[in-house]
């Protein structure tokens, strides 16, 4: 039975070849792009979950009202495991994260990401799979260090790294006791090296805001219980104490504890950003696609339900039930489907690599969970399948055997209302692509060519130590200097275009009012660096009150936010600082730090730490003369041997930082225009097919229309004006959900470029013509070609 | 065999019943070769379709072999149409897709016979209809009495008791027809009961009896 059922199918698929193929293929894409977002689901899905064992891990932090505190005091790691009877261990640790630390090994000196130092608990806690080395003991030792399996490759080779000395930033020694696994999945927290943290015991006090607490359950428990608990052992043992002590503000404002199981941290964590948000959208997104693929299907089927019908009818008279009939339609789209489906895997395997370059993205398809993925495409298969098939398999499978035998079937009327629904369902889709991309790109476009405020090209950025940022400035300025090639030399605590800035703001004292503005500190050179043009007053200079903190420069944002006609001469202080007031001696023009999805921030500019705020961090900025700038690189790496002999040069450029900024915006546009072009070219490849069907069933009315005088124009009308009416109300209806989502994406941007009504009515012609030349291919050849050659077939 | 009992069937049109089967009754009996003539629209197919359980009526009843298919629900009437009734069409309705072996197969397919089975019984009867040479050919590699022979032997290959034929020669010339004609007189003598429809008295003549319609009743039996 089914041999007979997949041999009439495959005959069937071979006889309108065309059509066969804009079916399979229109599916397939839509299914490509749909599993290259499942692979990318799946992903981000995967974060920690490389041991089952972290589903009893969890992270502390801290909030205050809403404030978000994950940095936590040193000690409540410690509190915690000893106060609550179900944590197993809890760990203390500091991680550097993407922060790139110099590692060296003998003469071999390299720059990685991923260290941490932690107490000696980290093992208990995190279940990693020890290479080498003894999970009970290996950070007993002070100045121990485990390292990844991948680092041991790098720095050691082939050999036997227990026992070598690693030095981390030229400064801490340590001796390798263990070598990790790294884990299969991707980690909120990818871990390289941990050092048994040499500073423990000095730094081991309350006021010491700067560790992460993780813990581990023996048993695991609901969150919200484990959370009350936790909480009430902080409120005993510290919120009570520190009110004894006349330390605690308000009574019952205080600060709580909160948990994240690990798993969770990546994209659901309780308070955090997350990248699930954007990919749960494109999910969407693709599943859309995928439908539109699937209406392909099925419009197609209806519109070739009349040379089925004779089918139906006669196999009903051999004795076939609706059952079987329905069983051998869907059996036959089941075939087309998993064709679709091969093609699709096919698409994904070999553009694979090209998504994962250009999108920068780490995808795998023989990934570890194949087995998953395997059962995830069945699912698809089945649901497309069903979505596609059961109409057609329901509407063919009712026909009268003999009222169709007898030649009356009408003409698929009764799935003609459906067909518009898809069709219209399906150009929805479309413009509402059309509309995305225009308006992403339009945004891109006023980001790329808004005035940030200042020059950053040919501005470099230099990664110093401290010790080469503050004491050793002048000098290493003066050393850089006498290289010809560079203009000028300036430093900076918040550096543009860094991915992560200081955004902070703090509290200034104005005329008796508090005004919160961020504090940025320079050296002299750093708007001439930057080439920032000056609105008032003057820029600093080598006077001592400019050099000593007594003086400042602020933005425009911050001259409106003091809310004064001249804010030249003004006189402000750090917030709660008696060393000394600030005068305001000019005003810059405001320079754009963080990407325009931030509004600017009010900043104060100093020179030096002399007025209470100690700020440090940022980089050394470096501007260059446009010719030479390679020569001019090479002979500052070469002069940066002398000034930080034990660290090889880090810099990048101000200008590629920035694209960098832009780059998941520049990624949302590239999937946004390859989802985009899909969608089009499957609805497109529907109609077309349509309407090749609806010239065939009306072939002998055309020529018979002819005959009778009619021409191309009025024949053209004819076919095309039906879909043209829904491809309309399509547009209609997806200008003002396409219009809603864009500006709920806009609303990410502080500074948003603004779409006008005629670019929507633009978008909405766009998509008419499309479907417009798309129906007259075809209906312009049917109604030229010659009357008698259609009339005669009769 | 079969007993009609004032059977009515009617369409709507323009708020008026106009009547395709009016108060027919009709007594067929096991074995009989019955041609059921009459003008076209005189509710020659109307009547085959009722017969065969395909089309429905709007009163009157309908016993086959004692069974009151009045009563009965759709699946059980497909049933004992499966079972029993093997259909052959004016324009042969065979399947375009399938070779012609697997046209006469089909039948069986449904029926769930064993493919060992089906291969024998298939074998017969294309040997039997002398068309072994043509069971790997398409429907329209074949001309039209050709095609007319598959329908009958894709009709029965299910071994029915029944064979109803409507106007099974309407297409063919009449060498081919004759040949039809004494196909179903040997297929009678060999015990299947046959209603035929047909506008050819010559036709009619192979039968061993004639009804005549006129407007959806029986004018001469």
């Known amino acids: ?794 | 065999m079969i007993q009609l009992d004032h059977i009515y069937k009617w369409v709507k049109s323009g708020g008026r019943r106009v009547f395709l089967l009016n108060d027919l009754s009709l007594h067929i009996e096991k074995g009989e070769f019955l041609s059921i003539m009459g003008t076209s629209g005189s509710g020659k197919s109307t009547l085959l379709n009722v017969v065969a359980m395909l089309d429905g009526f709007d009163e009157g009843e309908y016993y086959f072999e004692g069974e009151a298919i009045h009563d009965l629900k759709a699946k059980k009437r497909t049933s004992i149409f499966n079972e029993n009734i093997g259909f052959i069409f004016q324009a042969y309705h065979l399947l375009d897709e399938l070779t012609v072996y697997e046209n006469i197969e089909t039948p069986l397919l449904y029926k769930k016979v064993k493919s060992s089975e089906r291969k024998a019984l298939v074998a017969d009867i294309l040997d039997k209809f002398n068309i072994v040479g043509k069971k790997d050919l398409f429907p329209h590699q074949l001309s039209g009495g050709q095609q007319q022979l598959v329908g009958i032997a894709r009709a029965l290959i299910i071994k029915p008791k029944l064979i109803l034929a409507d106007e099974p020669t309407g297409n063919l010339n009449s060498t081919q027809s004759d040949e039809i004609m004494k196909l179903f007189k040997e297929l009678n003598e060999e015990g299947v009961t046959i209603i035929q429809a047909t506008h050819s008295e010559n036709n009619a003549a192979y039968g061993s009896r004639t009804i005549k319609l006129l407007d959806g009743s029986i004018s001469k039996n």
């Open chain 1, 1 to 794: 039975m089914l041999k007979n059922y997949f041999k009439i199918a495959l005959r069937s698929l071979g006889k309108g070849k065309t059509y066969t193929t804009i079916n399979i293929l229109g599916l397939a894409a839509g299914m490509a792009s749909f599993i290259i977002v499942l692979l990318a689901l799946n992903y981000e899905l995967s974060y920690d979950t490389w041991d089952p064992k972290l589903e009893q891990v969890y992270k502390v932090s801290m909030r205050f009202q809403d404030e978000i505190q994950e940095a936590t005091p040193a000690p409540l790691a410690s509190l915690l495991a000893e106060k609550h009877p179900n944590i197993e261990a809890a760990t203390s640790m500091q991680g550097t994260g993407d922060y790139e630390v110099l590692i060296s090994s003998g003469q071999k000196s390299i720059y990685q990401k991923g260290f941490a130092s932690s107490d000696s608990l980290f093992l208990e806690v995190f279940p990693y799979q020890l290479i080498h080395g003894d999970r009970a003991t290996a950070l007993n030792v002070p100045n121990s260090v485990i390292i990844s399996e991948e680092l041991a490759k790098t720095l050691f080779g082939d050999s036997n790294p227990m026992g070598e000395t690693i030095k981390v930033f030229n400064a801490v020694e340590g001796v390798v006791t263990g070598v990790i696994k790294v884990p299969e999945t991707p980690s909120h927290r990818n871990v390289h090296l941990v050092m048994r943290d040499p500073y423990e015991q000095q730094n081991f006090f309350w006021n010491n805001h700067s560790y992460d607490t993780y813990i581990k359950l023996k048993e695991p428990v609901a969150e919200a219980d484990l959370e009350e608990d936790l909480n009430t052992i902080y409120f005993e043992e510290r919120i009570k104490s520190d009110k004894q002590q006349g330390q605690a503000s308000g009574s019952s404002n205080h600060t709580v504890l909160f948990t994240d199981v690990v798993p969770n941290i990546q994209n659901f964590s309780k308070y955090g950003n997350s990248n699930i948000k954007t990919i749960s959208i494109l999910f969407i997104l693709a599943i859309l696609l995928l439908f539109t693929g699937a209406i392909n299907f099925s419009n197609l089927t209806i519109a070739k339900s009349i040379s089925r019908a004779k089918e139906v009818g006669i196999r009903k008279t051999l004795g076939s039930g609706r059952r079987n009939l329905i069983f051998q339609f869907m059996s036959e789209t089941a075939l087309q489907c998993s064709i679709s489906l091969i093609i699709a895997l096919i698409i994904v395997i070999i553009s694979l690599p090209f998504i994962n370059t250009s999108l920068n993205l780490d995808l795998n398809f023989w990934g570890q969970n194949s087995a998953e993925l395997l059962l995830q495409l069945g699912i698809c298969l089945a649901v497309i399948t069903f979505l596609s098939g059961i109409y057609p398999s329901l509407y063919l499978s009712r026909l009268n055997p003999v009222k169709v035998l007898k030649g009356d079937i009408s003409g698929g009327k009764k799935g003609l209302g459906l067909r518009n629904v898809l069709l219209t369902f399906q150009f929805i889709v479309t413009a509402f692509f059309i509309v995305a991309i225009f308006g992403v790109n339009k945004q891109l476009d006023y980001l790329q060519n808004s005035d940030k405020g200042f020059v950053d090209e040919q501005v470099l950025r230099i990664e110093a130590t401290q010790a080469t940022r503050e004491q050793g400035f002048a000098q290493t300025r003066r050393s850089l200097l006498s290289i010809p090639g560079v203009r000028s030399v300036a430093k900076t605590t918040t550096v543009p275009g860094d991915k992560i800035a200081d955004s902070s703001t703090v509290n200034f004292n104005y005329k008796g009012d508090q005004i919160r503005m961020g504090s940025v500190k320079v050296s002299t050179d750093y708007f001439e660096t930057l080439q920032v043009p000056l609105v008032e007053g003057r820029f600093f200079n080598e006077s001592y009150a400019d050099q000593n903190t007594r003086n400042a420069i602020i933005n425009e944002t911050a001259a409106r936010k003091l809310n004064v006609t001249n804010p030249i001469g003004e006189t402000i202080s750090f917030g709660g600082c008696d060393e000394g007031d600030v005068q305001i001696v000019g005003v810059v023009k405001d320079i754009n730090v963080h990407g325009f999805e931030f509004a600017i921030k009010p900043a104060v500019y100093t020179i030096e730490n002399k007025a209470c705020m100690y700020q440090s961090g940022g980089a050394i900025l470096v501007k260059l003369k446009s010719d030479q700038v390679q020569a001019t690189i090479t002979a500052i790496g070469e002069q940066w041997k002398s000034i930080e002999p034990n660290f090889p040069i880090r810099y990048s450029f101000i200008d590629a930082n920035f694209q960098q900024l832009f780059s998941t915006y520049y990624r949302l546009q590239k999937i946004l225009t390859f989802f985009g072009s899909i969608a089009i070219l499957i609805s497109i490849m529907g109609l077309f097919a349509l309407t090749a069907f609806i010239i065939k069933q009306r072939n002998k009315e055309i020529g018979i229309r002819k005959v009778l005088g009619a021409n191309v124009k009025t024949i053209t009308a004819l076919i095309g004006k039906d879909f043209l009416v829904l491809v309309c109300i399509a547009s209609l209806i997806s200008i003002p959900i396409s219009a809603w989502a864009l500006n709920k994406w806009l609303n990410d941007f502080a500074y948003q470029t603004s779409i006008e009504w005629w670019a929507y009515a633009g978008v909405t012609i766009v998509v008419i013509l499309l479907a417009l030349i798309t129906v007259s291919i075809q209906t312009v050849h049917a109604a030229a070609s010659k009357p008698v050659k259609s009339l005669r077939t009769e």
